[in-house]
């Protein structure tokens, strides 16, 4: 017996994707498909349309799954990730802002929009710096200054970008993390897994090569990545810790809509089938 219908918006059928509409019909989900580019929405008119009992969230592009999910929300409908936490977790900087105010530990950082600032910031911290975007995912458009040339070239080629928020620079401290960095997954209020993300080179991302592997969660590392959870307000998400040989663990970002296909690979978790039993036993209330 169909209990509900989930919408599942996305932009390309992943693994991911076609393993939550797998999932949905073990839990007698029935499954709305909603492939954004083939489709419209309509902004408020709660009528025209047959509408899910939610929509979970699952769009590649941040750009899209932010407006999609306020154009879903503007239904009535519930998406998983709602707006509020999808746009802070897209925006690095607004991410950073809520952990700090809450006292979880973050990298050292900075913001500047021109050259000479970032001269400055980079003597404060101390080279070698990493030069990240705002607004990014898989590792894109991170870079290392070792020198004040390396900076120098770096924000050159920034500025020639046809891209605004590439002229804010968010400039941080490079952690000498351990040839891994971890990335927990959480579900409501809970920790389901985690991994170490482990490469030979300082950008660990599995789009980038790392390799993930099963990694251990202690009550520090489960305490920081609940925390984290609470205040960005994500029902599901993917939160990417570094261990810093000095401070211990610090928060680096906070991913919306994650992907997982690697990490049930190797963990045996089937986060899949994790969401979609939240969102029935979220139905039921």
């Not at 419209?40 to 590649?60: A, E, F």
Request: charged letters at 20%.
């Amino acid at each position: 017996m169909i209990i509900a219908r989930i919408g599942i918006a996305y932009e390309v059928l992943r693994w991911e994707e076609k393993a939550l509409i797998e999932a949905a019909s073990h839990y007698n989900l029935e499954v709305k498909s909603l492939h954004l580019h083939s489709t419209y929405i309509p902004v408020g008119l709660k009528q025209s349309i047959d509408l899910p009992d939610v929509v979970v969230q699952r769009c590649v592009s941040h750009v899209v799954a932010f407006n999609s999910t306020v154009v879903f929300e503007s239904l009535g409908l519930r998406v998983v990730n709602n707006s509020l936490s999808t746009a802070i977790a897209m925006n690095k900087l607004w991410t950073l802002k809520i952990l700090s105010e809450n006292n979880i530990p973050i990298p050292r950082t900075y913001m500047t929009l021109s050259y000479e600032p970032s001269v400055e910031v980079a003597k404060i911290i101390g080279y070698p710096v990493v030069l990240k975007p705002i607004d990014g995912s898989w590792g894109r458009l991170i870079a290392i200054a070792r020198d004040e040339e390396e900076l120098r070239a770096l924000i050159e080629h920034r500025n020639y970008i046809q891209n605004p928020t590439t002229k804010i620079n968010m400039i941080q401290q490079y952690i000498k993390k351990p040839n891994r960095d971890i990335r927990i997954f959480t579900i409501g209020n809970q920790i389901i897994t985690a991994i170490y993300r482990v490469s030979n080179h300082w950008i660990t991302n599995t789009a980038r090569g790392g390799v993930a592997v099963p990694a251990k969660i202690d009550q520090e590392l489960e305490e920081l990545a609940l925390r984290t959870a609470k205040v960005i307000g994500g029902e599901v998400l993917g939160i990417d810790v570094f261990e810093d040989p000095e401070k211990g663990y610090i928060v680096n970002e906070v991913n919306a809509v994650p992907e997982f296909k690697n990490t049930v690979m190797v963990t045996g978790v089937p986060l899949h089938k994790k969401i979609m039993e939240y969102i029935k036993g979220q139905l039921k209330r």
